[in-house]
């Protein structure tokens, strides 16, 4: 991911964060509490690949969406309607169960003399969805940012994703999906932005 990296402990962690080790062990003693034994051989090493993976997993906390966002362009030759980027997708986790989210989000925003370059909406998405999440915190977290660094009109923010604690555990829905949004602006005070917004997501 292409964007500012900060060292860990990251924001809302404390300076007696785990270690390196004490995340592999932990990951040893969740092994033995399946009924599996951490010293077999293909088992050796996956303490090791699991935090790598967590770490990747959760990099979004240790990624600032303000310092991603930070730079806009000014020269847009008047240009002041909808800049709309959709089907990004992004995976994240469920805060309840730490089972995968999938899906893609669809972000919108009435610029209001600046723009951003259209990658930074992306990876914005990247770093909220690449922590524990609900879907609905993660739709709101990705308006607010861009609302707060860019000060557009408004923005229109649409996730649609499955979770797996719905799909794997508990009622086994496979296949049923969520939607979520959240407008900001215009978008929340004006019906008829909302209702074209809507349209240009589902206009494929």
């Known amino acids: 991911m292409d964007a500012v990296v ?6 809302g962690q404390t300076d007696s964060a785990p270690t390196q080790e004490q995340a592999e062990e932990a990951v040893r003693v969740l092994l033995r509490w399946v009924g599996e034994n951490p010293e077999r051989e293909g088992l050796l090493d996956t303490p090791k690949r ?3 993976a967590y770490r990747e997993l959760f990099s979004g906390y240790s990624l600032s969406a303000e310092e991603v966002l930070g730079r806009t362009f000014e020269e847009v030759s ?3 309607d909808a800049v709309l ?11 309840h169960h730490m089972l995968p989210i999938s899906g893609k989000a669809h972000v919108a925003y009435l610029p209001n003399g600046r723009v951003l370059g259209l990658s930074k909406i992306a990876r914005v998405v990247d770093i909220f969805g690449r922590r524990l999440q609900t879907q609905e915190n993660l739709t709101a977290q990705i308006a607010a940012a861009i609302e707060k660094t860019l000060g557009p009109r408004g923005v229109a923010v649409m996730i649609e994703a499955e979770h ?4 794997m555990r508990g009622v086994q829905k496979q296949g049923s999906t969520t939607l979520t949004t959240t407008f900001t602006g215009e978008y929340r005070d004006n019906a008829a932005e909302q209702a074209r917004f809507l349209t240009l997501v589902r206009n494929r």
Request: net charge neutral.
């Open 78 to 80: 008047g240009y002041g």
């Open 85 to 95: 980027v959709r089907d990004i997708p992004f995976f994240s986790h469920c805060e």
């Open 164 to 167: 797996m604690c719905m799909a």
């Open 50 to 52: 699991v935090a790598a």
């Open 6 to 11: 900060k060292n860990f402990p990251a924001s």
